[in-house]
T-cell receptor, first 111, second 112 residues
Framework: DAGVIQSPRHEVTEMGQEVTLRCKPI?????LFWYRQTMMRGLELLIY????????DSGMPEDRFSAKMPNASFSTLKIQPSEPRDSAVYFC?????????FGSGTQLSVL | SQELEQSPQSLIVQEGKNLTINCTSS?????LYWYKQKYGEGLIFLMM?????EEKSHEKITAKLDEKKQQSSLHITASQPSHAGIYLC????????????FGKGTHLIIQP
């Protein structure tokens, strides 16, 4: 099993640009989560999906953030327009039986 | 919302020594999860505790959940360099398959 796959591993962009982060969950897992990790705030839940349906997006910081899960094997997190304060590591996780499996994360730097 | 407080924030321990990391919740815990994160990598699941008084062990790591289900401890015996990393506790406030809320983590450094 390849685990949760995230791409890209690193993203450097300029303020105002659109950024798209991608995630492929583990096959058979019916829940998918997007987290953001910073030194100041730790690991924050942004949004999660059950069976491809968004359940709770209360952690999404602003309208600039959006997430989609068009099918069971793919999800995207988009930031448009990006700002320097969005710089963080973004993790995707999928779960079965309440145990979360995390991807390696995307390190995002917005200059 | 549920908040998890971890202590200490960071810990430097000589190789071979024992150590304990604590996680305290502002609400009753329906499930308490311990994860380990190596620098620059994702989180790796260690253990899950659900019942008051429950204790689980894996190799040299033991985790306990107190009877009141508001505090958990992670104990490492005879620490090794491979134990270095960030330890995070996570909790599910609703008892279902919702996203976990995490503490800010404890940075563990093992000195040879």
């Amino acid at each position: 099993d390849a685990g949760v796959i995230q791409s890209p591993r690193h993203e450097v962009t300029e303020m105002g640009q659109e950024v798209t982060l991608r995630c492929k969950p583990i096959s058979g897992h019916n829940s998918l989560f997007w987290y953001r990790q910073t030194m100041m705030r730790g690991l924050e839940l942004l949004i999660y999906f059950n069976n491809n349906v968004p359940i709770d997006d209360s952690g999404m910081p602003e309208d600039r953030f959006s997430a989609k899960m068009p099918n069971a094997s793919f999800s995207t997190l988009k930031i448009q327009p990006s700002e320097p304060r969005d710089s963080a590591v973004y993790f995707c996780a999928s779960s079965v039986n309440e145990k979360l499996f995390f991807g390696s994360g995307t390190q995002l730097s917005v200059l | 919302s549920q908040e998890l407080e971890q202590s200490p924030q960071s810990l430097i321990v000589q190789e071979g020594k024992n150590l304990t990391i604590n996680c305290t919740s502002s609400k009753t815990l329906y499930g308490l999860y311990w994860y380990k994160q190596k620098y620059g990598e994702g989180l790796i699941f260690l253990m899950m505790l659900q019942k008051g008084g429950e204790e689980k062990s894996h190799e040299k790591i033991t985790a306990k959940l107190d009877e009141k289900k508001q505090q958990s401890s992670l104990h490492i015996t005879a620490s090794q360099p491979s134990h270095a990393g960030i330890y995070l506790c996570g909790a599910n406030s609703g008892g279902g398959a919702d996203g976990l809320t995490f503490g800010k983590g404890t940075h563990l450094i093992i000195q040879p």
